[in-house]
């Protein structure tokens, strides 16, 4: 299945997992009571299958994990956070389509 | 003539399309159900569903659209999630253009793009919204646990969402233009009753400011046009909600003055072929139900439009 490209990470990973890493990484900020961020979750298996070996995507519960969503000013979900070379490339919040995901991620690669 | 690749194209996937997408999955039309984003529509942010019948202990929105989108889905209902660019729907052959440049075509359109919250257009709202200005009590209520926060709006939705905030923050302000609520009976008893909740009168909200950590402050204009200041970290603005229309071709289709599609009572359009169903239908009751209601009433309009033709399919004597 595709989910097994997504990785889950909580706040003591966040740094070498997503800021040290060489690829670009999209982290999903979403949480279990959120409709819209289980709504998206398909769309993000779908794109980790997709972008598999260029960009490293990344889901993390903001329930489990407050520090990070508070470090980047986040009030809502979903947020996805699109880091390149440990530096925010751009975001998005609200369920969106595929092809607005798509675009973000381009920005990286 | 062009022969069109479907007997029907569903534009959106909330109970309107979804219940759409059913009966004529199960009534062996070729049909496809397009969606930009997920299936489920607006109630995937609705908390609680307390009045879809058959729900005896309620239901969350987002369970009830998962069974939805499950039971079309029991039909085969072919689905397709995609952003569509633009449509053309005056001919016998409707096409449906999408994001990607394929050309879709179909003899019959159902259209259940459904509606979005509708904006305050005010300064600093578009600036600081995810970092304080939300349109979704459901998804962002718990960041602002302890926190002072401010609802616009006095329907059900502003009170509701204004109920659902209490379990978080600590004081909720109810902002209201009007000096009374339009919310049902239930839910007024339930916010006035409820110690969290305060109410600002004939109010409007001028202004959102704040600083780069978000929200901060609101500035206040009551009735007698006195300006006040009211310090949240949260606004929630649920004033209404305005048609998803955009990708509607409005020059072939009559809408009423706020955009939403006309439809007679069999949920058509004034285009022969068309029809319209749930939130982006312009009437007075927006409920999940009707939504579900008019989707199955368009579908069977668009199967009495094919002239009830055999089905492309053979019969199928295995289930």
């Given at each position: 299945m595709a989910s097994d490209n997504v990785m889950h990470i909580s706040d003591s990973e966040f740094d070498s997992k997503?800021?040290?890493?060489?690829l670009p990484c999209l982290v999903d900020f979403w949480a279990p009571w959120c409709g819209p961020c289980k709504a998206i979750g398909p769309v993000i298996d779908e794109l980790a299958a997709e972008f598999d070996g260029k960009v490293v995507i990344v889901k993390m519960n903001v329930d489990d994990n407050p520090a990070t969503p508070g470090k980047f000013g986040i009030?809502?979900?979903p947020t996805l956070i699109l880091f390149k070379g440990g530096e925010v490339v751009d975001q998005i919040t609200g369920a969106v389509g595929k092809s607005q995901l798509q675009d973000l991620i381009n920005k990286a690669i | 003539m062009q022969q069109a690749q479907y007997q029907l194209i569903i534009v959106g996937g909330g109970p309107a399309g979804l219940t759409a997408g059913l009966y004529a999955a199960r009534g062996r039309l070729k049909v496809l159900l397009i969606e930009k984003g997920a299936t489920g529509g607006q109630v995937l942010v609705t908390d609680w569903v307390d009045n879809y019948p058959g729900f005896v202990d309620g239901v969350t929105g987002f369970d009830l659209m998962d069974k939805m989108t499950a039971h079309a889905d029991r039909f085969g209902l072919e689905k397709k999630y995609a952003t569509i660019s633009s449509l053309d729907l005056k001919d016998n052959v409707k096409t449906v253009t999408l994001e990607n440049g394929e050309v879709l075509s179909a003899e019959t359109i159902i259209l259940c793009t459904g509606a979005k919250p509708r904006k305050l257009d005010i300064p600093g709202e578009f600036e600081f919204s995810g970092r304080g200005v939300s349109y979704c009590a459901t998804c962002d209520?718990?960041?602002?646990?302890?926190q002072e926060i401010a609802v616009v709006g006095g329907g059900n939705t502003a009170i509701q969402d204004a109920l659902h905030l209490t379990k978080f923050a600590s004081k909720v302000t109810v902002i209201h233009r009007r000096g009374e609520l339009r919310a049902t009976k239930i839910l007024q008893e339930k916010a006035f009753c409820n110690e969290k909740i305060d109410f600002l009168w004939n109010t409007q909200v001028k202004k959102i400011i704040g600083s780069k950590s978000g929200v901060e402050e609101l500035l206040l204009r009551h009735y007698n046009d006195d300006e006040s200041t009211l310090k949240v970290t949260g606004i929630f603005i649920l004033i209404g909600i305005v048609p998803n229309?955009?990708?509607?071709p409005l020059d072939q289709l009559e809408t009423d003055e706020t955009g939403f599609i006309v439809t007679d009572q069999e949920m058509a359009t004034t285009l022969p072929g068309v029809y319209a169903a749930g939130d982006l239908r312009s009437k007075r009751s927006r409920q999940i139900i009707n939504a579900a209601g008019e989707g199955a009433v368009a579908e069977l309009s668009a199967e009495h439009y094919l002239g009830n033709?055999?089905?492309?399919?053979p019969l199928n004597c295995s289930e």
């Open positions: 997503v800021i040290g890493n060489p009030r809502a979900i | 209520g718990p960041f602002y646990r302890n229309n955009e990708i509607l033709q055999a089905p492309d399919q």
